[in-house]
């Protein structure tokens, strides 16, 4: 194997740093719409990444999950994100393909899209995208109108989700 070939079956290392807010995304594989949300994908969901968060002591600040993808915004206070990650996405997996009664990939190859947020503007601007996805996507008029797992509404009541 040369060289070139061997360096692309590694992936680029990520800076992990604690103390840092994070925007992270994952698209469903061929953009199949296998989370579209009923009460069943909005619960397992909804459990996963309670679950995730709590294990590895992630605060998580809001999350949108449309039907082929999520937007997720963290704070990471001890350097765990890429387990938290890794734990979440593969628990959501699990459960999706059960409930869908699949055996393939549930999310798409590529790595996943992991932006840090440096500033808390920028933080307050991801989350403010990730509560708009839908209506950005002309999915509905309103976000709170959204029926998947949204952290919006719990936002605009001041409760926990």
């Given at each position: 194997m040369s060289r070139i070939a061997e360096k692309r079956l590694v992936t680029r290392p990520r800076q992990v740093l604690p103390g840092e807010f994070y925007l992270i995304t994952?698209?469903?594989?061929?953009?199949?719409?296998?989370?579209?949300?009923?009460?069943?994908?909005?619960?397992?969901?909804?459990?996963?990444?309670?679950?995730?968060?709590?294990?590895?002591k992630i605060d998580v600040l809001m999350v949108m999950v449309e039907s082929n993808h999520h937007h997720t915004v963290i704070y990471d206070q001890h350097g765990h994100f890429p387990r938290f990650i890794e734990h979440f996405h593969k628990m959501v997996a699990k459960c999706i393909n059960r409930y869908r009664a699949r055996r393939e990939n549930l999310w798409a190859s590529?790595?996943?899209?992991?932006?840090?947020?440096?500033?808390?503007?920028?933080?307050?601007?991801?989350?403010?995208?990730?509560?708009?996805?839908?209506?950005?996507?002309?999915?509905?008029?309103?976000?709170?109108?959204?029926?998947?797992?949204?952290?919006?509404?719990?936002?605009?009541?001041?409760?926990?989700?």
């Amino acid at each position: 194997m040369s060289r070139i070939a061997e360096k692309r079956l590694v992936t680029r290392p990520r800076q992990v740093l604690p103390g840092e807010f994070y925007l992270i995304t994952r698209n469903c594989s061929q953009r199949q719409f296998l989370l579209t949300p009923d009460e069943e994908v909005n619960n397992a969901i909804a459990y996963c990444l309670a679950h995730a968060a709590q294990r590895f002591k992630i605060d998580v600040l809001m999350v949108m999950v449309e039907s082929n993808h999520h937007h997720t915004v963290i704070y990471d206070q001890h350097g765990h994100f890429p387990r938290f990650i890794e734990h979440f996405h593969k628990m959501v997996a699990k459960c999706i393909n059960r409930y869908r009664a699949r055996r393939e990939n549930l999310w798409a190859s590529g790595e996943t899209c992991v932006t840090r947020l440096l500033d808390y503007e920028t933080v307050l601007d991801k989350i403010a995208y990730a509560a708009a996805n839908p209506v950005k996507d002309f999915l509905v008029e309103r976000a709170v109108q959204w029926p998947g797992l949204s952290g919006y509404r719990y936002l605009i009541h001041d409760k926990p989700l």
